[in-house]
């Protein structure tokens, strides 16, 4: 067995007991289903340098977008987390996409961060199922009912400028 092989399931455990010891109880179980969901579309070499708590942070995020929006709304954001506003931080600006799903938004997103000259550090992506209550809130993931939305959750080179990040969002809503 490889280190990589010993440490992503290890690390990735961190991250549900995270789950499990800091958020409530109803969402415990939806979130950690989200965060391996999520996980399971990324290579493993790309979880080896991560730390639990930015992996968290980055699930717990992309939770609270989605939980925010409703399942026709497009949707991006991008910030320089902190932990005095976002509770986590991150060396990198985080891009949050939850859009309706449709074929090619990888590419769609991969080609807009490269017209801006911006390396992807880390993606995190996939179509997911959300099963919404009628006032929007999430009551399970990939169960085979709801609305298909494509979530993302992108490290990017650090932005400095709000003009900067203006523009990244501007140009990802327009894909």
Do not use: C
């Not at 290890?10 to 391996?36: F, R, S």
């Not at 399942?71 to 949050?96: C, K, L, M, Y």
């Not at 074929?103 to 080609?111: I, Q, R």
């Not at 979530?151 to 990040?165: G, I, Q």
């Amino acid at each position: 067995m490889t280190a990589r092989e010993i440490v992503v399931p290890v690390l990735l455990e961190k991250v549900y007991q995270l789950i499990q010891d800091k958020l409530e109880l109803a969402h415990q179980p939806l979130v950690t289903h989200l965060a391996k969901h999520m996980f399971s579309n990324i290579s493993q070499d790309d979880l080896v340098q991560r730390n639990e708590s930015d992996l968290y942070g980055a699930i717990i995020s992309l939770w609270h977008h989605i939980s925010e929006k409703k399942a026709e709304d497009i949707s991006v954001r991008v910030f320089n987390p902190t932990v005095s506003r976002q509770g986590w931080q991150s060396t990198h600006t985080i891009v949050e996409i939850v859009v309706p799903d449709s074929p090619f938004l990888v590419d769609s997103v991969k080609m807009a961060l490269n017209r801006l000259d911006l390396s992807s550090h880390l993606m995190l992506h996939g179509p997911t199922q959300l099963d919404r209550t009628k006032d929007g809130a999430i009551v399970d993931v990939n169960n085979g009912k709801g609305a298909f939305q494509s979530l993302f959750h992108v490290e990017v080179d650090r932005l400095s400028s709000k003009e900067e990040m203006t523009h990244l969002k501007n140009e990802l809503i327009e894909i």
